[in-house]
């Protein structure tokens, strides 16, 4: 009988020890537990810890409730400005409702994978290339809420949406490297002009201020010269002055011409050579052909001034004969009537 006890209660602890072990279950802390009773769904989620189901006749489903990341493949297509690209995102989503996760979806992973390239490429046609490039987060608001909508019904939400990368053509990334670069030679010209702006006003004040001092000029000019010749150079300076241009401007060609002659002459006999002296005697020639043609200038129409350019010798310099103060419009004097020395007169005072 003591036997028969003891063999009944081994039995039983051994029942229930299977009976335990068939009907315990341990739900994790980023778990929670959709229970089937007889294909049945109980309204209670089991939460994260030790939890008991019915053996044979309940079936425990854990789902995650950590946040997913998804990388989303590219998706090729072709902007509103018909420019092909090639977009990959990554979606972030987690579940919020366990028991509509499992019930009603079949797998909530890939319907979620699925809507968002459906929502990639159906953004990617809605939007230029601009705005995937620079405005990439009213893009990611509209991902987002393109997905959003329908995975509610499934117990997810939709945490985040981002836009990873773009691929654009080779011919599409040399167009725009080259836009950029004329963008900021633009950009560099605008400032240059610029500068030469506040240039041109600055050295406007500061010729006004010179306007009343005309030495400033002067020690403007040696300044100018010092500059030049800080270095070792074969740059030479010449000061010209500015009224020798205007004088020449307002005379006759005749006398413009005679003028720069003498001014040459003058010049080159200051700045003579050695071997301009060496080779005195073919300046003579030279010397007497012009004075020749200066005294044919001077009777047409200089009057006394031709004269006094004959009477200098070849070895004296040349004077500059004073401009005429009388009226240009006035009559010319016959060539019989100027007083000189006649064009065929070959003596010459020595």
């Known amino acids: 009988m003591v036997d028969v006890v003891v063999t009944v209660v081994v039995a039983v602890v051994c029942v229930a020890c299977v ?13 929670r537990g959709v229970v089937f ?58 579940v919020v409702a366990p028991a509509d996760a499992v019930v009603r979806v079949e797998d909530y992973q890939f319907a979620v994978l699925q809507m968002a390239q459906t929502s990639l490429r159906s953004i990617i046609g809605k939007s230029d290339l601009d705005d995937l490039l620079s405005n990439r987060e009213k893009l990611n608001q509209g991902l987002e809420l393109m997905i959003d909508s329908p995975s509610v019904g499934w117990g997810v939400q939709i945490d985040r ?12 990334k040399r167009s725009m490297a080259r836009q950029a670069e004329a963008d900021r030679e633009r950009r560099a010209r605008i400032i240059n002009a610029d500068a030469e702006l506040q240039a041109s006003k600055k050295l406007a004040q500061a010729a006004h201020a010179m306007s009343g001092e005309p030495a400033a000029l002067q020690l403007r000019l040696l300044q100018t010269v ?18 020798l241009l205007r004088f020449l401007e307002r005379a ?7 003028a720069v002659k003498a001014v040459s002459d003058v010049a080159m006999e200051t700045a003579g050579s050695p071997e301009a002296a060496q080779d005195g005697s073919a300046e003579d020639g030279a010397a007497q052909d012009g004075a020749a043609q200066d005294g ?8 006394d001034g031709g004269a006094a350019a004959l009477a200098a010798g070849p070895d004296e310099p040349a004077v500059v004969p004073p401009l005429p103060e009388r009226d240009l419009a006035e009559p010319s004097v016959e060539p019989s009537e100027v007083p000189g020395p006649a064009a065929g007169d070959g003596e010459r005072p020595a």
């Open 19 to 31: 009976y335990a072990m068939a009907a315990a279950r341990v739900v994790k802390q980023y778990e």
């Open 226 to 243: 010092v500059a030049v010749a800080e270095e070792k150079n074969s740059t030479l300076v010449l000061p010209f002055p500015v009224e």
């Open 296 to 303: 044919a200038v001077g009777r047409s129409g200089t009057g």
């Open 37 to 94: 009773r007889f294909g049945r769904l109980l309204p209670e989620v089991r939460g994260p810890g030790f939890t008991w189901i019915v053996p044979f006749a309940d079936r425990l489903h854990k789902v995650n409730m950590q946040i997913v990341t998804m990388p989303v493949p590219g998706q090729d297509g072709i902007t509103r400005d018909n420019v092909t690209v090639r977009v990959e995102a990554v979606i972030y989503f987690k």
């Open 252 to 258: 006759t060609p005749a006398q413009a011409a005679h």
């Open 161 to 172: 949406v981002e836009i990873k990368d773009v691929s654009l053509p080779e011919t599409m």
